[in-house]
């Protein structure tokens, strides 16, 4: 099991692979610098398992390093984790393809159970194991599952997500 952890700020790279090997300990967590040494990590390192991505890399603009990253990756859990405001990035990075968007400012219980949230989720929602029927969840509903499993109430949810509680 392999972890990738994508964060140009070396403090909060070593503070992320301290939460991950806390959730898994036996998983190999891999530091990447930038997203163009990602490739290089992964032939090193092997397929990735979960990755964790900073959005404001030096090599990325807006949400293209999601894009890219999903674009690579279209199966892995991938969570964007970031100093921007949910308010102003969540939803962009949502419809990019980050399963979750996590603000770095939250703490380190929040953010791990969000992350054991996110590979809970995933290995749950293989959408091969649900009777022969394949299931497929929109990032939309991944999302909604895991702000529902972290106990938040259909009122903080739509505050959240910017939308009326009764949608």
Known sequence: MTFYVIDDHPLMREAMVMLLRRLRPGAGVVEVSHLGK???????HGEPELICLDLKLPDTIGVSGVREVRGTFPHTPM???SSESAAHSEEACIEAGADIYIEKSAGATEITAAL????TAESELDPDEHDGAPTKLSKRQKQLILM???GLSN???AEKLGISEHT
């Open 38 to 44: 990602f490739a290089a990590a992964v032939n090193a």
């Open 79 to 81: 969570a964007v984790i």
């Open 116 to 119: 054991k949230t996110l590979l």
């Open 148 to 150: 529902l499993d972290q």
């Open 155 to 157: 009122r903080d949810i």
